[in-house]
């Protein structure tokens, strides 16, 4: 069997969770966010963050708007919707859920 | 001494050793190969951009203007395989999406001698293009070929994406088929690279 698939999925599913709750304490730049999982170790290589931003904004999550940066080129800020908000919540409750569904049968 | 290219990054300008250059190249390419869909690949590869553009900056100070081979492969090792980049993000998709229909006449733009017509008509009809251009060849003594070849020129399009280019060869358009059709492209880019160094 692949664990490592497994591994990844549940990876990819927490990374979207967590890019989301990144965006809700303040709007930031793909690098903001990049060092803050790199902090937590959520996230390995760089590459992957861009594929769920996009994704995440396609489906209406996030939205940007570029900003002039005194070191550099503009910056592409993303920002939360309000859908985006909404789904925040939601999977807040299911994690939650999760963890304590998971921890009950970990106890056991 | 060696060759620099100068190069807009992220609407920054970059000098590269040209086997950095030549690896950048390759790797980015081979990130683009990967994505269907135009607007997003235009919005990842933006991103992705503007972050080695970030990265090379970080590297870069008054003592050392040039980006090399060593930068280079440092910055990738940060951003990934691009297997891992898209990795199972694209694979439900690809498999989806995979087709193994007929094959599409394209004009291939890396094999012509004059406007690709012949190797794609050959890459469509499985015959070398060599022997394609000598029947070409023929049908002009005949007086028509040169008419025939200008409108095909015209009407058949250039095989310009990735996509399109294994479709031209008949080979299914997914994600791991575009991926080996970049690995045999990057492996032909370093070893160019490394005869010219010999």
């Keep these: ?108 | 001494m060696k060759k620099t290219f100068s190069v807009n990054l992220g609407s920054q300008v970059y000098n590269m050793d040209e086997d950095a250059y030549l690896i950048m190249k390759a790797y980015l390419d081979r990130i683009e190969g990967y994505f269907y869909d135009q607007k997003e690949q235009e919005d990842i590869m933006n991103d992705i951009e503007m972050r080695i553009s970030e990265l090379f900056s970080e590297r870069l100070g008054i003592s050392k203007q040039v980006i090399t081979r060593r930068d280079v492969d440092e910055v990738i090792a940060i951003m990934g395989d691009p297997h891992e980049i898209i990795g199972e993000e694209e694979s439900p998709r690809a498999a989806q999406e995979k087709r193994t229909g007929p094959r599409r006449i394209f004009r291939d733009p890396e094999d012509r001698m004059i406007g690709g017509v012949c190797s794609g008509l050959g890459a469509y009809m499985g015959i070398d293009p060599v022997i394609m251009r000598i029947l070409f060849v023929l049908f002009l003594i005949f007086g028509i070929g040169f008419l025939v070849y200008i409108i095909l020129w015209i009407v058949v399009p250039e095989a310009r994406t990735t996509a399109q280019k294994l479709e031209m060869r008949g080979d299914s358009v997914n994600a791991s088929n575009i991926g080996n059709f970049f690995k045999d492209e990057f492996e032909s880019v370093k070893k160019s690279f490394r005869r010219k160094k010999n």
């Design chain 1, 1 to 108: 069997m692949d664990f490592e698939n497994a591994k990844a999925q549940m990876r990819k599913g927490v990374l979207e969770f967590c890019i989301l709750s990144i965006l809700s304490r303040g709007d930031a730049y793909a690098t903001d966010i990049l060092n803050k999982l790199k902090e937590s170790e959520l996230i390995v290589v760089e590459g992957t963050l861009y594929p769920l931003l996009s994704r995440q904004k396609n489906a209406g999550l996030l939205s940007y708007r570029w900003e002039e940066s005194t070191q550099g080129p503009p910056r592409k800020y993303y920002a939360l919707t309000d859908k985006g908000r909404e789904v925040l919540k939601e999977l807040e409750s299911s994690w939650r859920e999760l963890i304590d569904a998971v921890d009950s049968i970990l106890k056991k």
